[in-house]
């Protein structure tokens, strides 16, 4: 149990279909990340979130679209995926200050059809 | 911009065995550098960290070293085990961490196999 919890574990879904990624931290941190973990491919950041307010957006095409409610949560919505969009998405939290190392969660394996 | 390198890819040895995982950055302006760990269909788990400033972390049978100037860190793995057979993550943070807050860069990862 590493406090970051993601659901779902898996999602197919065709392009055409609208789903969200949702994570959840009981660390009490401040800070928030989606990571994309494609094969044969280094992980790779996506979003980062400080208290809420995004602050990292790594060229990420706008078919995903992330949603920090409160320093707990983090979803991302999907929409009009594309084949290469098929990865593990990866989310994780870490307390303030980027000198701390970050907790992730067991991620969600998303394939799209 | 910053490329993150790790070798070998794939290492196997028998239990028992010392082992040195290897990895190199080509910005030597790092905030500071981690080692993971990920078990297949996991997330991952931090091992070690080391900061800009210092030169080793160890924990219990692992070590880690950070050569700034050179771009190179190692993982020093002790007396292995079969439980320690996992993909091995090296990931910096680049800048003077202020700037870069959080942005972790990673390597593509050594996958480690030890057999009893």
């Known amino acids: 149990e590493t406090g970051v919890t993601q659901t779902p574990r898996h999602l197919v879904m065709g392009m055409t279909n609208k789903k969200s990624l949702k994570c959840e931290q009981h660390l009490g941190h401040n800070a928030m990340y989606w990571y994309k973990q494609s094969a044969k491919k280094p992980l790779e950041l996506m979003f980062v979130y400080n208290f809420k307010e995004q602050t990292e957006n790594n060229s990420v095409p706008s078919r995903f679209s992330p949603e920090c409610p409160n320093s707990s949560h983090l979803f991302l919505h999907l929409h009009t995926l594309q084949p290469e969009d098929s990865a593990l998405y990866l989310c994780?939290?870490?307390?303030?200050?980027?000198?701390?190392?970050?907790?992730f969660g067991d991620g969600t394996r998303l394939s799209i059809l | 911009k910053q490329e993150v390198t790790q070798i070998p890819a794939a290492l196997s040895v028998p239990e028992g065995e010392n082992l040195v995982l290897n990895c190199s950055f080509t910005d030597s302006a790092i905030y500071n550098l981690q080692w993971f760990r990920q078990d297949p269909g996991k997330g991952l788990t931090s091992l070690l960290l080391?900061?800009?400033?210092?030169r080793e972390q160890t924990s219990g049978r692992l070590n880690a070293s950070l050569d700034k100037s050179s771009g190179r860190s190692t993982l020093y793995i002790a007396a292995s085990q079969p439980g320690d057979s996992a993909t091995y993550l090296c990931a910096v943070i680049s800048g003077a961490g202020g700037t870069s807050y959080g942005k972790l860069t990673f390597g593509q990862g050594t996958i480690l196999t030890v057999h009893p």
């Open positions: 994780a939290s870490s307390p303030a200050g980027g000198d701390q190392p970050q907790h």
């Open positions: 080391i900061q800009s400033s210092q």
